[in-house]
């Protein structure tokens, strides 16, 4: 039996390429309240397929698909200075393990993203699960 459904047309969709994802995340990232975007001072959001080799051994992860981001940096006392050497804070989010939570779970793409960024640069600083959570709220 032929069945035609009005729904999305998916039948013509990719996924979102590299510099798709990219512009998702710094989009996500303008959107986010303006006190916590002070906390990260300078900062560089990246995408990547997977992590690297020496990231996958250092984090003892079983498989690339089981890092979603990672933030790399100083904190607050230790903020980034030209004088050192050191670039800026980073947060690389992984494209392929954001996509495939995606696609297990019933959330937005965009909603992923704005958890991925918030929960890498919150840990990293020290905020607590309820912090991030009304930031998140506060996002919504």
């Known amino acids: 039996m032929d069945r035609i459904y009005p729904a999305r047309t998916w039948r013509d969709q990719l996924s979102p390429s590299m510099d798709e994802m990219e512009m998702l995340a710094l989009e996500a990232y303008a959107n986010l309240p303006e006190g916590f975007r002070t906390l990260t001072g ?71 993203v704005t958890h991925v960024l918030i929960h890498e640069i919150g840990h990293h600083f020290g905020l607590s699960d309820d912090d991030m959570e009304k930031i998140e709220e506060s996002v919504a």
């Open 42 to 112: 300078e900062i560089v959001i990246q995408m990547a397929e997977f992590p690297t080799d020496e990231i996958m051994d250092d984090l003892a992860l079983e498989t690339p698909f089981d890092l979603l981001g990672l933030f790399e940096g100083r904190g607050l006392a230790e903020r980034w200075n030209p004088a050192t050497g050191e670039g800026p804070n980073r947060v690389t989010l992984y494209r392929r393990a954001i996509l495939d939570y995606w696609a297990e779970n019933e959330e937005t793409l965009g909603d992923i």
